[in-house]
């Protein structure tokens, strides 16, 4: 397995279920990111990790929550979402936060009913 | 606050016609710059990027951008698109740390 990866790539869900998203990056990165698509809107940063410590928070609702365990894996928990969380979630990786260039995922598409 | 404005939500081009799409940002001090394209069906993959030097910038498949920093500009261009260069185009814009701003993305169609 190369590059980013991320799973589910798919998840329907009530607004009453708890789910989790999983990345994993295997670029020997330091710092992952959870971004948010959703249709003709810019990507929205939600959260960034550095070294497994959290170094942004995007004003993300706490029904959204990281985790981090080590620089590889990436986690987005999911508890009582709203229709409107419906959209497409990306992971990314770089190398730190000097050489920003970022590598995606295929993202997980998330639909909240 | 600072941004990231694509000029074009969709463009509709015939192969071999030259493309140029917009990108300006809000910010002024040192910037790295980004293009990312994201295929249909795949992943956002890095187009091409200026960190410093030459502002003008050779990417993959044939695409460069300009960084105009008067303009606070950095646009995207191709002298003759394929079908193949269907795709959303992204810019992106970090101004040192690990927040990087993108636009709301460019669509583009190449009628083959």
């Known amino acids: 397995e190369t590059g980013v990866t991320q799973t589910p790539r798919h998840l329907v869900m009530g607004m009453t279920n708890k789910k989790s998203l999983k990345c994993e990056q295997h670029?020997?990165?330091?710092?992952m990111y959870w971004y948010k698509q959703s249709a003709k809107k810019p990507l929205e940063l939600m959260f960034v990790?550095?070294?497994?410590?959290?170094?942004e928070n995007n004003s993300v609702p706490s029904r959204f929550s990281p985790e981090c365990p080590n620089s590889s894996h990436l986690f987005l928990h999911l508890h009582t979402l709203q229709p409107e969380d419906s959209a497409l979630y990306l992971c990314?990786?770089?190398?730190?936060?000097?050489?920003?260039?970022?590598?995606f995922g295929p993202g997980t598409r998330l639909t909240v009913l | 606050a600072q941004s990231v404005s694509q000029h074009n939500h969709h463009v509709i081009l015939s192969e071999a016609a030259s493309l140029e799409l917009g990108c300006n940002y809000s910010?002024?001090?040192?910037?790295?710059l980004f293009w990312y394209v994201q295929y249909p069906g795949q992943h956002l993959q890095l187009l091409l990027k200026?960190?410093?030097?030459?502002?003008l910038v050779k990417g993959i498949k044939g695409f460069e951008a300009e960084f105009i920093k008067s303009k606070f500009s950095f646009n995207l261009r191709k002298p003759s698109v394929q079908w193949s260069d269907t795709a959303e185009y992204f810019c992106?814009?970090?101004?040192?740390?690990?927040?990087?701003?993108f636009g709301a993305g460019t669509r583009l169609f190449v009628k083959a």
């Open positions: 992106a814009v970090n101004t040192g740390g690990f927040k990087t701003i």
């Open positions: 990314a990786s770089s190398q730190d936060g000097q050489v920003n260039e970022q590598f």
């Open positions: 910010y002024g001090g040192t910037v790295n």
């Open positions: 200026y960190f410093s030097g030459d502002p």
């Open positions: 990790y550095n070294f497994k410590e959290q170094t």
């Open positions: 670029l020997g990165h330091n710092a």
